[in-house]
C-alpha cells in the first residue's frame, strides 16, 4: 500500500497538493503547526485510496512531500 509523508512542521498550508491530488484524499489539517500555518494531511481511512502518482510531491514548492510506494 503506497504511503504517504508530510513534513508538517515545516508545510505552509498552500493547498497545492490539494487541487492536483487525482483522488482529493488531501485536506487542510484542523491544527496549526509551528509556523502557525495548517498542514495538510490524510486520514488512514484515505491513504487506503491513494494510487502513488507523487503530483503532490512534485508540486510541493517546499519538499515536504515524501510518497512511498
Known amino acids: 500500500m503506497p504511503k504517504v509523508?508530510?513534513?508538517?512542521?515545516?508545510?505552509?498550508?498552500?493547498?497545492?497538493?490539494?487541487?492536483?491530488?487525482?483522488?482529493?484524499?488531501?485536506?487542510?489539517?484542523?491544527?496549526?503547526?509551528?509556523k502557525g500555518y495548517h498542514p495538510v494531511e490524510i486520514t488512514p481511512e484515505d491513504m487506503e485510496k491513494c494510487i502513488a502518482c507523487a503530483s503532490c510531491a512534485r508540486m510541493c514548492p517546499d519538499c515536504?512531500?515524501?510518497?512511498?510506494?
Open 64 to 69: 515536504v512531500i515524501v510518497v512511498e510506494k
Open 5 to 34: 509523508t508530510f513534513r508538517q512542521d515545516r508545510c505552509k498550508g498552500c493547498g497545492n497538493c490539494i487541487a492536483v491530488c487525482p483522488k482529493k484524499i488531501i485536506n487542510f489539517s484542523e491544527g496549526l503547526n509551528v
